[in-house]
C-alpha cells in the first residue's frame, strides 16, 4: 500500500495562498473561525483518514458487500466508521449551529470529502449522502420531518440516500413514474421502484432514509408533476421503528466502487409504503437540484481525489525502481536509474499533477463561490450562484473524465506490476470510472452547460466568469516568467468566447441539435480554459514565493513543482483546445442528421 | 452476451474492396488460395470462435487460472481449444506446406487471431505464443530442435511462450541476468527468473517450451550479449519426457485477461535445466525481435478485437434502450425513443466505429505488406520490409492507446449499466487495459519509431509511408464529395513530415533528449495520420460502390456507414493533431531538464 495518496501541503498552499479562504471569517457566519481551526479540521479529517479509511482500501474492495435474503451486508469497518463520522461532526458540517452542526465553510467540507475519497473513495460516501438528503429535510422540509429524522442522520445512526432513478427512466427525470397516493392521515402511500441507489441499503446503520422523487396521483407529466417525498425503511413509531414496506430486491455488482453497496429497491409491494412529503408538491426535482449540484461538486472531488492517490502510488513507483538508463549513458554496466529519470516518465507524471493539482483548485474555487453565495446577499450572492452554476457541469466533468486517463497513466508508470491487483492503480482505474456516469452523465453535463448555463440571464454568468479570468490576467507581473501563459490563456479565453457565441447562435435560429450535438467536446473545451486559469493562479503564487530568499528545501522544490505544473498546463494541455476549436466551428453536421441505421 | 462482436461483412470489405488481398494469390507461393478459400478460412474461425471461444467470454473472467502446489490450472474449456486450434491448422496456419502449415497468407491468420481476439481474448492467446515460439525455432533452430519441438506446438499439445522479462530488467532488455552455462553435452544449464510469462505455464497442455533469453557465461554485457534457447518445461528423454528444472513459482492476479495465466518461473534451482541453443551465441535479441514484431502487430490486433467487441455491445444496447425524447418533442406524453436517436450517443459509437475499423485497416495493410515482403525479393522485398517496420510501432500502439478510450465510451453508452458485471462492456475495459504495456509499452513503441524507425536508411521509410499516402492521394476522382478531404490528409502528412525533420534535426545535433522526450506524442500524432489515410482509402471504395444503382438495402447502410465513419474521422479526429503539433513544435523543453525532486 503506498504511503502517500495526498499532500496536505498542496491543499494549504491552495486553501491559504492561492484561495485566501480565510477571508470568509470575516463574514459573521463563519466569524468564529480562523486559520487554526481551518488547520485542526485538515489535520482531524486526514487523521480518521489514515486510521479508520485508508488500511481498508484494498479489502473494501475484495470483499465487497452481499446480499441475502432482502438484506444488504457491508465491510464490517463501516459500522465504526458511521459512528466516527457522526461523533466527529462530519456528516452536520456545514449545517449551523442552531441546526446543531459546526457551520464549517463548504470549502472546508468539501475538503474533508476530498481526503476520505483519497483514502478510500467507496468508504468516503456514505456521509456524504447522509449529509446531501439531510439538507433537503433541513431546508424544506417540515419542523416535525427535521425533528424525527435529521438528529439520527447527523449521527450516522441512520443513512440518508437520494433515490431518482428508475429502470425505464435513467438520465430522464421527465418518466419517473413513481407513485404517491394520499391518504387521510397526512402521509403518502408510495408504490414503485427505484435502481442504483447509493448505500441505499446496509446493515451498519440502523435505519435508511430516503429522498425520493415520485408522482402524487394526477399530476403533470413531466418533470413539473414530480415531488420529494422522505421514504424511511423503517417508519417511525411509538414504540421505536418499524418496516416501512421497502423491499431491497437485489443489489448491483460492479466494476469497481465496490466497497460502497448500490440497490435496487421496491417501495410499497404490500401497499403499506408511508412517504411524507418535503415542501410543496410538484416541486421535488426543483429541491433535489439543489441536492444535485452539491452532489456534482463531490463528484468532481472525488475524482480528483482518486486520481490523487493514483499520482502518488505512481510517483513513489517512479522515484523507486530502477530501470534502464539515460539516453546519454547507454553503457549496460553502468547502475541502472530508477525510472523517474526517463522523459515519458516524467511526462506521465506531471499530466497527473496538473490535472489532480488543477481540478482540486477548480472545485475549491467553486466551493469558496458556495460559502460566498452564502454569507452575502444581493448582488454579490447573485454573482457567486451565477459562478457556481455556471462552473458546476465543468467541475463535475472535467475531472471525472480525466481521472480516466490519469488513473490509467498511472498504470503505465508501473509497466506490469501497473495491470496487477496487488498495486493500488488497478483498482483506482475501476473505482474512478463511476463518475462520469454518475449524478448525470458527461453528455448531460454538456447539454446543461451550453443549452442552459451559458445562456441563461442573457449570457451573465459567462460574462462574469471571464471577468474573473481578466482580473488573475490583471494580476500578472510585466516581468513574470508566466507573461507568455498571460496572452495564451487571454487567447484562449477569446477563442471561448468566440465558439460560445458560434454555437449559441444556432440555438438562437433554431438549431439546437445543431448547436448542442458537440456540447460534451465543448464542456471539455470549457474545462481546459478553466484549469488554465486556475493554473495560471497557482503559478503567480508560486513565482511569488519563490522570489524569497530563505525558502527551506522543502518549500523552494514544492513552489518549483508548482512553476512546473503550470508550465506543463500551458504546453501539453492548452493545445488540445486547436483540435476542439475546430471541430466545433465546424460547418459540416454530422450526429444529428445522419440515419441510425448506417451505423452497423 | 451481445450476439454480435465484429463484422465479417467489414472484414471482407477490407480484405476484397479496400486491400484487395487476393491479389498475393498470383504469387507462386500463395498460388493454390483464391477468394473462396480465404471466405472459407474466415467463416471456419468465425464459426469456432462462436461455438468455443465466444461462450466462455465472461466464466472465464469471473474463474480465472489458479495456483496450486507448482502448478496453474486454467479453464477446462482451454484443454479442448488447444486441441481445435492445432486439428484446425491455426498454430501452423502461415507455415509453409513442406513445414507442415497451411501456407496461409499472414493478413489471413492476422484476421483468424482478430476473430479469436473479439470473441475471448483470453482464450485467443495460447495458439498465438506457441506459432510465434515455433517461428523461432523454425527460422533459426536446428533440424533436430525443428523435428523435437515444432510438431507438438502445432498439434496444441505443447504450449510455446516467449520468456524475456526479469524482476530486474522489465523494458531495459539489456539488462537480462538469467545465464547459460555450456556443457559437454552440447545443451546449456538455464539459471535464472522470468516474470510476466503469458501462458508460461498450465495444464491445458503436456509441455510448456520457452523461447528464452539468457547470457552465455562470458558474454559481452548489454544486448550484444544475450542468447536466445529452447528451454522446455518437460524435456524430451528416452522414455518420453522427463522434469526439467523449471519452477513455476507464482501466478499474477491481473485487473483484466484474467483467462489466461501469467506465470513467474525459476529455471535450473537444482541446477538442472537443460536449455538448448536457438542459431548462434549472442544473436539472442535480433532472433526475438522478428517474433516481437509479429507479436506488436498481434497486440493492435487484440486492442482493436476487443474494441470491435465493446462498440457492437454498445450499439445494440443504444439499438434497443429507450430512454429520453429528441430536443424537438420534448413533450412528456410521447414515448421515449431509442437512445441511439440522440446525437452524443451517436457520436460515441461513431468514435469506436472509426476507430475500430480504422485500426483494423491499419493492421490489415500491414499484414499485407508482411505477406508482400514475404513473395517478393531485392528492392520490393525490402519496401515492404521498411513499410512495416515504419508501421509497426503506430499499428501496435494507435490501437491500444485507443481501446482504452472506446471501450470506456462503450461503457458510458450504457450508461449505469456500462458499469455494472452484468454487462460485456466493463470487462473489455479492464481486458483491454494490458494491451499499451506487453510487448513494449506505447513509451517504448515512441522511442523506437522516432528514435529509429523515421531515421534509419536515411529516412528511407518514411519517404516510402509518404509515397504510398500520395498514391491514395492521387486516385482521388476530382468531383469526389471527399476531395476536401485528400486536400486535409495531404496538409496533414506535411505537417508530419515538418515536425518529423524538426524533430530528427535536434537527433543529428546530438539533442537526443530533446527530440525524444515527446516521442509518445509524436507517435500518437502519426498514428492519426496513417488511420486518417486508412479512412480516405475506405471513403473512396464506399462512394465508388454507392455510385452503383442495384445496391441491396443492406449494402447501401454497410457504405453509407463507411462514408459517415471517414467523414467522422477527419471531422474529429485528424483535428486533434494541431495541440499535438504545436506541443511537438514548441522550443520549451520541460521533462528532459526538470529536477525529479520538484515533483511533489
Known amino acids: 500500500m503506498p504511503k502517500q495518496y495526498l499532500s496536505l501541503r498542496n491543499i494549504q498552499f491552495l486553501l491559504y495562498e492561492v484561495h485566501q479562504a480565510t477571508s470568509i471569517c470575516q463574514y459573521a457566519y463563519y466569524g468564529e473561525h480562523n486559520k487554526e481551526i481551518f488547520d485542526m479540521v485538515l489535520g482531524s479529517a486526514k487523521q480518521l483518514a489514515d486510521k479508520y479509511l485508508h488500511p481498508y482500501l484494498t479489502e473494501m474492495d475484495r470483499k465487497p ?18 459512528k466516527l463520522y457522526g461523533d466527529g461532526g462530519w456528516i452536520s458540517a456545514t449545517s449551523s449551529y442552531e441546526e446543531g452542526g459546526q457551520q464549517l465553510p463548504i470549502i472546508l467540507s468539501n475538503l474533508s470529502g476530498f481526503i476520505f475519497g483519497a483514502a478510500n473513495y467507496s468508504a468516503s460516501v456514505f456521509p456524504f449522502l447522509s449529509t446531501g438528503a439531510s439538507n433537503l429535510i433541513r431546508n424544506f422540509g417540515s419542523q416535525e420531518l427535521k425533528d424525527t429524522f435529521i438528529p439520527k442522520m447527523y449521527a450516522g445512526e ?9 429502470p425505464q427512466a435513467g438520465s430522464s427525470l ?6 404517491a397516493s394520499p391518504t387521510e392521515s397526512g402521509h403518502y402511500l408510495i408504490k414503485g421502484q427505484k435502481i442504483f441507489i447509493s448505500a441505499g441499503d446496509h446493515d451498519a446503520v440502523e435505519n435508511v432514509v430516503h429522498l425520493l422523487l415520485a408522482r402524487i396521483k394526477g399530476a403533470p407529466a413531466g418533470v413539473k408533476g414530480i415531488s420529494l417525498f422522505v421514504v424511511p425503511k423503517k417508519r417511525v413509531v411509538k414504540e421505536g421503528v418499524a418496516p416501512n414496506d421497502v423491499i431491497t430486491a437485489g443489489m448491483y455488482h ?97 499530466f497527473q499533477k496538473a490535472i489532480v493539482e488543477g481540478s482540486l483548485s477548480l472545485l475549491m474555487q467553486c466551493s469558496l463561490y458556495a460559502d460566498l453565495e452564502k454569507v452575502n446577499t444581493g448582488e454579490t450572492k447573485e454573482r457567486y450562484a451565477l459562478l457556481l452554476d455556471l462552473l458546476t457541469p465543468v467541475a463535475k466533468s472535467y475531472p471525472s473524465e480525466m481521472a480516466i486517463q490519469t488513473t490509467s497513466v498511472a498504470i503505465q508508470c508501473l509497466g506490469g506490476y501497473g495491470y496487477l491487483e496487488d ?51 490583471l494580476s500578472v507581473p510585466s516581468l513574470s516568467t508566466l507573461r507568455v501563459r498571460k496572452h495564451e490563456l487571454a487567447e484562449a479565453s477569446q477563442h471561448l468566447q468566440a465558439i460560445t457565441m458560434h454555437l449559441v447562435d444556432f440555438i438562437k435560429e433554431g438549431n439546437v441539435e445543431k448547436a448542442l450535438a458537440d456540447a460534451t467536446l465543448y464542456l471539455e473545451y470549457f474545462g481546459i480554459i478553466a484549469i488554465a486559469w486556475q493554473w495560471l493562479k497557482q503559478g503567480l503564487v508560486a513565482e511569488k514565493a519563490l522570489e524569497s530568499s530563505n525558502l527551506s528545501e522543502e518549500d523552494y522544490n514544492f513552489y518549483q513543482g508548482k512553476m512546473l505544473g503550470a508550465q506543463y498546463f500551458f504546453e501539453y494541455e492548452i ?11 465546424s460547418s459540416y453536421t454530422l450526429t444529428p442528421t445522419m440515419k441510425s441505421a448506417y451505423l452497423v
Chains 1, 2 share one sequence.
Open 423 to 473: 498495486f493500488t492503480p488497478e483498482q483506482f482505474f475501476r473505482d474512478t470510472r463511476i463518475h462520469p456516469i454518475h449524478e448525470g452523465t458527461t453528455g448531460i453535463q454538456g447539454l446543461d452547460l451550453l443549452g442552459r448555463k451559458v445562456i441563461m440571464h442573457e449570457g451573465r454568468a459567462m460574462s462574469i466568469f471571464l471577468e474573473e479570468i481578466r482580473l488573475t490576467l
Open 65 to 82: 458487500p452481499y446480499y441475502e435474503n432482502g438484506q444488504i451486508y457491508v465491510h464490517q469497518q463501516i459500522k465504526q466508521l458511521m
Open 254 to 350: 460492479k466494476m469497481g466502487y465496490k466497497g460502497a453497496p448500490i440497490a435496487h429497491l421496491i417501495f410499497g409491494e404490500h401497499e403499506d409504503c408511508h412517504g411524507y412529503l418535503v415542501g410543496e408538491p410538484h416541486k421535488g426535482l426543483n429541491y433535489m437540484f439543489q441536492m444535485m449540484n452539491e452532489a456534482r461538486l463531490a463528484v468532481g472531488m472525488s475524482a480528483v481525489s482518486i486520481a490523487s492517490a493514483a499520482y502518488y502510488a505512481s510517483l513513489e513507483y517512479a522515484k523507486e525502481r530502477p530501470q534502464g538508463r539515460t539516453f546519454h549513458a547507454k553503457n549496460p554496466l553502468e547502475p541502472q536509474v530508477a525510472i523517474i529519470e526517463h522523459p515519458d516518465i516524467r511526462r506521465m507524471l506531471l
Open 174 to 179: 421527465s418518466d419517473v413514474q413513481t407513485t
Open 158 to 166: 441512520w443513512q440518508g440516500t437520494m433515490a431518482l432513478t428508475e
Open 575 to 585: 493545445p488540445k483546445i486547436r483540435g476542439l476549436h475546430e471541430r466545433l466551428e
